[in-house]
């Protein structure tokens, strides 16, 4: 059985006992975390309505943090001496997904 969850304004496909990475997330490590932003579930039938899901509910611990890669960027514009080098390493939360609920 999968689901798939919105969480920091992108989808994930989820399945039970699957470690994702997320957009970083409100609380401690160890804690539960709950997501009911269902937008699809496939088991034996898929539910993808919007009365459906409403009762469906993905849960999840949360691991840790971890950052991406990091990512440099140059911007200049020509015949002014105006350059500039920034860099950025996006945070995320490790979610471990404990179980998948339909009702």
Known sequence: ????IASGGKQE???EGQQVALE???GDEGS???FTAVLLVDGDDVIAGADELSNASVTGKIIGTTKGPKI????????TNNRRRYGHRQSYTMVEIT????S
């Open 1 to 4: 059985m999968y689901a798939v």
């Open 13 to 15: 496909k989820v399945t």
């Open 24 to 26: 970083l997330l409100d």
């Open 32 to 34: 539960e975390v709950s």
């Open 72 to 79: 440099n960027g140059f911007t200049y514009k020509r015949r």
């Open 99 to 102: 179980s998948i609920k339909k």
